[in-house]
């Protein structure tokens, strides 16, 4: 059985290190899919996914992003990756943030990976809070809102960030009430 957990490092080091679109589609099999759920964004196939990468994502990052891994579940066929991306919004990031603008923000964003692999990546199926992001690069106000930002990312990194903070917002009710 191949080193799955391998491949996707590898994968993953030629997305946010190397900033590398080929490189990146190297560790891909001949038929890959790639859905940015939040965004609705990502390709069907190689060229599209290719294109994606080069003009979209992993040529686009920001030079300070880090990843922080914070567990791994590996099966016979998939790898689940919980992590945290780290960046500077310093540039346009079109893969979470279509048509934002560059805030200047310090992120950090908890992301889950799906990555099923068969010796290459197949396919991944990326997920994260758009409402955190948004939150995080200023376009959200959560005095209005029931949503969180970056206390999502740091009780993952050192569980000490209070729970539960949303409820006093309400006065121990759930939801606006009759």
């Given at each position: 059985m191949d080193d799955l957990g391998a491949v996707f490092d590898e994968h993953v080091r030629a997305e946010f290190e190397?900033?590398?679109?080929?490189?990146?589609?190297?560790?891909?099999?001949?038929?890959?899919?790639?859905?940015?759920?939040p965004t609705m964004?990502?390709?069907?196939?190689?060229d599209e996914i290719f294109?994606?990468?080069?003009?979209?994502?992993?040529?686009k990052w920001p030079k300070d992003t880090l990843v922080h891994r914070i567990s791994r579940t590996i099966g016979s066929r998939q790898i689940v990756d919980e992590l945290v991306m780290e960046f500077t919004h310093d540039s346009p990031i079109d893969a979470l943030l279509p048509g934002a603008a560059p805030s200047g923000k310090h992120v950090l964003l908890p992301v889950?990976?799906?990555?099923?692999?068969?010796?290459?990546?197949?396919?991944?199926?990326i997920?994260?809070?758009?409402?955190?992001?948004?939150?995080?690069?200023?376009?959200?106000?959560?005095?209005?809102?029931?949503?969180?930002?970056v206390e999502q990312a740091l009780n993952l990194i050192d569980g000490t960030y209070a729970t539960n903070t949303l409820l006093a917002r309400c006065d121990g009710t759930v939801g606006p009430g009759p």
């Open positions: 190397a900033h590398d679109a080929s490189a990146t589609m190297a560790t891909m099999s001949a038929q890959p899919h790639l859905y940015h759920l964004l990502g390709g069907n196939d190689r294109r994606f990468y080069r003009d979209h994502f992993v040529t889950v990976v799906v990555g099923f692999c068969d010796g290459k990546v197949a396919y991944e199926h997920y994260w809070d758009q409402a955190c992001l948004l939150e995080q690069v200023g376009l959200l106000d959560r005095a209005a809102l029931p949503i969180t930002g």
